[in-house]
Each structure stands twice: as C-alpha cells, then as structure tokens.
C-alpha cells in the first residue's frame, strides 16, 4: 500500500506535468492566432473592437478617447505633468479660474505643451495680473493691512469696534 508523501509527491509531478502542457498549447494557440492575423492582415484594435460588446466589427474610436478606452488629455499641470481629460472632478492643481493657462495645444506634441505651459506660467512677477484690493484696516502698532477680504488677522478679530482700525 502506497505512504502518504509517495502519493503527495506524485500528484506534485503530475500537476508539474499538466502545467507544461497547458503552457505548451497556449504556445501553439499563439503562433496560430498570430499566423492567422499576419495571414489575414488583422490589428489588435479590430480584435478588440470585435469582442467588445457594443462593437460589431471594426472599432471605431469615440470623440476625446484614444483606442485604448482612456479620455484624451486635455489639460496639463505644468510644474507636475499631471494631467486631467476635462471630465469628473476637477484637480485642485487647476485652481478655480483661468483654465486656458493649463490647455494643451490640440496636435502639439507632450514635451512641446509642457514647454509652452512652463512658459506661460513662468512669467515675472510684474507681467502676472493679480487682482489685488486696497487696504481698508491698519494695525498701528505693527503697520500690517488688511482688505477687508478673507480671514480677519488676530489684531483685528478681538476689537468690538473696526473704525478705530480704518485707513481714511
């Protein structure tokens, strides 16, 4: 009668064995799918777009995504080179204005639209339009501003009366 480790070690040789051949006969399968798509002149996208569920035949791309399924970019970050498609949430590198400082040239290469949006946003500091408000509040103790707009600083927050702080 045959031990348990006889019979453990010749399920071990027999699952080694049907591994080469599963191995082998996927080997064959491939050289004829590639011979039959060579032969028959087929792309990878054709097949793919042959198994997908919508298409029947030939795939045809759809308007802002690449073959591949994923939305073309259209947006760039040019200090990262993330980028986003335009669709779901907006990335907090966009800011909440002024998308066209992140657009990418449409046909323009990935280094170039990098390049150009560097550029673009490299600009001096006196060129950059900034809007800025005039101070209405002066601390006189330390000569710090305030606009008025935004989180009031500490200097200001506790005093019950603002007018004493106002700028004429």
Do not use: C
Not at 49 to 77: C, D, E, M
């Amino acid at each position: 009668m045959a031990t348990l480790e006889a019979i453990q070690a010749r399920i071990q040789k027999l699952q080694g064995q049907a591994a080469e051949l599963e191995d082998q006969s996927k080997h064959l399968a491939l050289a004829k799918i590639r011979d039959l798509m060579i032969k028959h002149d087929v792309t990878l996208e054709q097949i793919e777009g042959a198994l997908s569920k919508k298409g029947r035949g030939a795939s045809v791309a759809k308007k802002g995504a690449t073959s591949s399924g994923a939305p073309i970019a259209k947006y760039r970050n040019p200090k990262t080179g993330a980028t986003w498609s335009g669709r779901g949430r907006r990335p907090a590198w966009m800011g909440k204005r002024n998308f066209d400082r992140f657009l990418i040239e449409a046909g323009a290469s990935d280094s170039s639209a990098v390049s150009t949006a560097v550029k673009a946003s490299a600009k001096k500091p006196e060129e950059r339009t900034k809007h800025t408000v005039a101070p209405k509040y002066r601390d006189p103790a330390s000569g710090t501003t305030w606009s008025g707009r935004g989180l009031a600083p500490l200097w200001i927050r506790g005093a019950k009366d603002r007018t004493a702080y106002l700028i004429a």
